[in-house]
């Protein structure tokens, strides 16, 4: 960003963060619609939105981040059914999500790389939780979106955010095969290989390694005991890679220097 950019940063921290915090709310509430329509092959430009039990449309008013929420007393302006907890949630999230990355990286290509792909992320395991789908326009435009701000400048190389793409399309399409021949049956989605282009998009190709490790960790240690129980369910591996990867882009080097330390005492 420019030094005007920066200027206006030291001078209104306040402004700043409030302004980018609003930004946050507004996207967390197209995502919500994204979230919706994308699992369902719709347009998330038209129509309208409306509520999906009586179909009215929804005024403008009505569809303020949060407050429409609050002030509706999360109940339809006009059919009174109850509205759903996590279209607030989702857009509080997004606008944490990027008032987070504009307190860490200020502004700069990386927080808007930060805060793009941790909205991706909040994306895919929403749907995922719901559908059990990872929408196209997440994984493969996620991926597009990592490379063109490595180009940009952001902190990961570009060489890096291409190697990483292909590591881990490669890497799970492996596993996906392997696993469906030695079990017989589907064992990864098409839509989980894709994901990991996008994270190796972002995070490099060792970023792909650790994501995977503890999104696979994460979820034997959620799904084994249900297993054991037998609870049959259908595991949304989305969810836990979104959430192997977020802990990657923040921790993903002290857990890496805690391996090599104490476990492989290099």
């Not at 981040?65 to 999360?74: D, E, I, N, R, T």
């Not at 490099?204 to 960790?217: D, I």
Request: charged share 10%.
């Amino acid at each position: 960003m420019n030094e005007v950019y920066t200027d206006v940063v030291i001078t209104y921290p306040a402004i700043w963060y409030t302004v980018v915090v609003l930004f946050g709310l507004l996207l967390g509430s197209f995502l919500n619609v994204c979230i919706v329509r994308w699992p369902a092959l719709e347009s998330v430009v038209s129509p309208r939105s409306r509520c999906p039990q009586c179909t009215n449309l929804i005024a403008w008013y009505d569809n303020i981040p949060v407050v429409s929420w609050l002030a509706l007393g999360a109940k339809c302006r006009h059919c009174k059914l109850p509205i759903p907890v996590r279209y607030p949630l989702v857009e509080l999230g997004v606008g944490l999500i990027w008032g987070w990355a504009a307190w860490q990286y200020g502004p700069s290509v990386e927080m808007l790389r930060a805060a793009v792909f941790f909205t991706i992320l909040l994306g895919i395991a929403m749907t995922d939780a719901r559908e059990y789908i990872i929408p196209d326009e997440f994984s493969l435009g996620g991926t597009a979106l990592g490379i063109l701000f490595a180009f940009a400048g952001g902190d990961l190389p570009w060489m890096q955010a291409v190697l990483g793409a292909v590591v881990g399309y490669g890497l799970l399409w492996l596993i996906a095969v392997i696993g469906s021949k030695a079990f017989g049956e589907d064992a990864m989605g098409g839509g989980d290989v894709k994901m990991m282009a996008m994270i190796g998009a972002f995070l490099g190709w060792h970023g792909v390694l650790l994501s995977l490790f503890l999104g696979a960790l994460l979820g034997t240690l959620i799904f084994l005991p249900l297993k054991l129980m037998g609870r049959e369910k259908l595991v949304p591996f989305g969810i836990f890679l979104a959430i192997g990867a977020a802990a990657c882009w923040v921790a993903g080097g002290t857990i890496i220097h805690w391996y090599q330390t104490t476990i492989l005492g290099v």
